[in-house]
C-alpha cells in the first residue's frame, strides 16, 4: 500500500519504526560531512524495514551540507601540481568531495524513487556505506597533509546530474552510476599512479580500496538499468545514447578502463559504443 509520509527535519529524531527510506532521507539532511558519513556508518539497516512504496515528501534543502567547501564554476578551479604538499591536499581534497556528494547520491537514490524491489534499496545502502568510509578515508589523509574537508573551494557536478534527473530513475541510472561513476573507473588509476610518482603509498592504497567498490556501485548501476529496460522492453544501448543527449550528460572520453568496465557490467555492444559515438555535445 503507497503511503506519505513528510520528512523531519534532520535534527529531529525519527521515531523509533523509521524505515531505511526514511533514514536515507534524514541522513541527507545532516550539514556536517565528516558526522554524516559516521552516522551512515554507525546505522545498521539489517533489521529496518524498506517501505519501497511509501511516497516521500520532499524537503527543502536537500542535500545538507556544510558552509565549506565553497562551491565554484569548474572552470574556476585551479590544479596545483601534485609534487608539492598544497597540490596534493588539494587533490586528496577534491576526491573527498567526489565522496561526499558519492554519499549525497546514495542516500538520494534510496529515498526518492519508490516503487523498486526491496534488493534495489539493500543494495544502494551498502553503496552509502561504502561512500563514507571512502570519504572517511580520504578524509583522515588529508589531515594528515595538515588539512581538513573545506579547506579548498570544489565544484558541484554530481549533484547537478542528481538534480538534472531527479524525476526519472532510469536517468538516474543511466547517468550517475553508469556514466559519472564509471569515469571514476577510468581516471582512478592515473591519479593512483600519480600518488605513487609523489611517494604517496598510503594514499595509493585508498585509491585501490575505492577502485574496487567503485567496480561494485557501478555494477549496481548496470543491473538496475538493465532491470528497467527489461521491463519497459528498451534497447539499453539506444536508450542510454537517448538519455545521455536529453540531460547533457558530460561527453564520455577515453581512455577507458575497459577490464574495470567489464567487471562492472559494461557488455561489448556499451563498450563499442561508448568507444565510437560522441555522446552529448553540451
Ligand atoms: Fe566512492
Ligand atoms: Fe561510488
Known sequence: MTSHAPALPHNTPLPPDASLRQH??????????????????????SGLRV??????????????RPARPELVH????????VGTLEGRASLIHALAHIEANAIHLALDILWRFAGMPEAFYRDWWQVAQ???????LLETHLRTLGHAYGDFPAHDGLWDMAARTRTDLLARLALVPRTLEARGLDVTPAIRNKLVSVGDQAGAKILDVILRDEIGHVAIGNRWYHTLCAQRGLDPVKTYTELARQHAAPVAKGPFNLSARRAAGFNEAE??????EPLATT
Do not use: C, I, W
Not at 561504502?130 to 572517511?136: G, I, K, Q, V, W
Open 130 to 136: 561504502e561512500e563514507a568510509r571512502h570519504f572517511e
Open 51 to 64: 517501505d519501497a512504496d511509501a511516497r516521500l515528501d520532499e524537503p527543502a534543502g536537500l542535500p545538507g
Open 24 to 45: 536515507a532521507l534524514h541522513l541527507l539532511l545532516m550539514y556536517q560531512t565528516q558526522d554524516k558519513a559516521a552516522a551512515v556508518l554507525a546505522l545498521d539497516a
Open 74 to 81: 569548474p572552470s574556476a578551479l585551479k590544479n596545483r601540481a
Open 271 to 276: 563498450l563499442s559504443a561508448l568507444a565510437a
